[in-house]
């Protein structure tokens, strides 16, 4: 089992910026690969960003791209998401995701584990 705990969340003006944190416990954090997605009223979860276990590669959705930047420490157990630019479309809840074996993925049903999720909030 794997606990992840996401924060960094909050309300921000569009252009502002954010930087998202996920800490993990419970196993070893370098055999996952990690992943941010996003839950918008309404509307179904969705892909944002996606790092490797030893942090050689990096996916990002279209809609993010050039904007959000993710990252990972392995010496701290934890995972990032800088957020950049954010438009009034950003705002969601994001939860972190881990996935065994390392490899990234876009698809929500191949991670094994969730954090709880962290609100974001950017108003126009």
């Known amino acids: 089992q794997v606990h992840l705990v996401e924060s960094g969340g909050g309300l921000v003006q569009a252009g502002g910026s954010l930087r998202l944190s996920c800490a993990a416990s419970?196993?070893?954090?370098?055999?996952?690969?990690m992943g941010w997605f996003r839950q918008a009223p309404g509307k179904e979860r969705e892909f944002v960003a996606t790092?490797?276990?030893?942090?050689?590669?990096?996916y990002y959705a279209d809609s993010v791209e050039g904007r959000f930047t993710i990252s990972r420490d392995n010496a701290k157990n934890t995972v990032y998401l800088q957020m950049n630019s954010l438009k009034p479309e950003d705002t969601a809840v994001y939860y972190c995701?881990?996935?065994?074996?390392?490899?990234?993925?876009?698809?929500?049903?191949?991670?094994?584990?969730w954090g709880q999720g962290t609100q974001v909030t950017v108003s126009s």
């Open positions: 419970g196993r070893t954090f370098s055999t996952y690969a």
């Open positions: 790092i490797s276990r030893t942090a050689g590669t990096t």
């Open positions: 995701a881990a996935r065994w074996g390392g490899v990234t993925s876009h698809r929500d049903r191949e991670y094994d584990y």
